[in-house]
T-cell receptor, first 115, second 113 residues
Framework: DTEVTQTPKHLVMGMTNKKSLKCEQH?????MYWYKQKAKKPPELMFVYSYEKLSINESVPSRFSPECPNSSLLNLHLHALQPEDSALYLCASSLQGTGRTDTQYFGPGTRLTVL | GNSVTQMEGPVTLSEEAFLTINCTYTATGYPSLFWYVQYPGEGLQLLLKATKADDKGSNKGFEATYRKETTSFHLEKGSVQVSDSAVYFCALSDQEGYQKVTFGTGTKLQVIP
């Protein structure tokens, strides 16, 4: 089973709202990732958690706040977003998070619209 | 730095036609290579991968061979179906440390009946 699940599938929020995206995997993977994908573009890495510790933050604005409560769950807390933050947010996981052969598996994404 | 170059799309083919999507890469180390597929409105799915030179990745009738001498990883399928219509991303990873995947820009494939 190579399934990564994400909820919600769609989210519409105002610029003053606080919302959270959720990601879950039960493959025993120890690394989890958040990506942002704009239309007709490849995914852009935002954050990497390895063994529940934040290992990479790609200079993401503080209005995006990641959280890894345990090795199976990854959250992305959203606050005071801008319309340009509207995008598909993808979660991924991999076995270790290190090594050239480590393979990332993606979830279906959350389509976020900021009004 | 690392980079992945894919052929510009969209690629439009008739059903049962032969597919080739070109992918070349530049890497500082010895990368692993991947093809991901993204169907409309969905996330990325791993299609196939190869981790060393001359390896052939294959899945669902798609194939790609890791060519170190030409730094290429072209995607091929002998007979495409309408259901293959999607965006295809070539990608690489080569770090022994925390992994960052470098994606190509994606190639949109449209298969018409």
């Amino acid at each position: 089973d190579t399934e990564v699940t994400q909820t919600p599938k769609h989210l519409v929020m105002g610029m003053t709202n606080k919302k959270s995206l959720k990601c879950e995997q039960h493959m025993g993977h120890r690394a989890m990732y958040w990506y942002k994908q704009k239309a007709k573009k490849p995914p852009e890495l935002m954050f990497v958690y390895s063994y529940e510790k934040l290992s990479i933050n790609e200079s993401v604005p503080s209005r995006f706040s990641p959280e890894c409560p345990n090795s199976s769950l990854l959250n992305l807390h959203l606050h005071a977003l801008q319309p340009e933050d509207s995008a598909l947010y993808l979660c991924a996981s991999s076995l270790q998070g290190t090594g050239r052969t480590d393979t990332q598996y993606f979830g279906p994404g959350t389509r976020l619209t900021v009004l | 730095g690392n980079s992945v170059t894919q052929m510009e799309g969209p690629v439009t083919l008739s059903e049962e036609a032969f597919l080739t999507i070109n992918c070349t890469y530049t890497a500082t180390g010895y990368p692993s290579l991947f093809w991901y597929v993204q169907y409309p409105g969905e996330g990325l799915q791993l299609l196939l991968k190869a981790t060393k030179a001359d390896d052939k990745g294959s899945n669902k009738g798609f194939e790609a061979t890791y060519r170190k001498e030409t730094t290429s990883f072209h995607l091929e399928k002998g007979s495409v179906q309408v259901s293959d219509s999607a965006v295809y991303f070539c990608a690489l990873s080569d770090q022994e440390g925390y992994q960052k995947v470098t994606f190509g820009t994606g190639t949109k494939l449209q298969v018409i009946p």
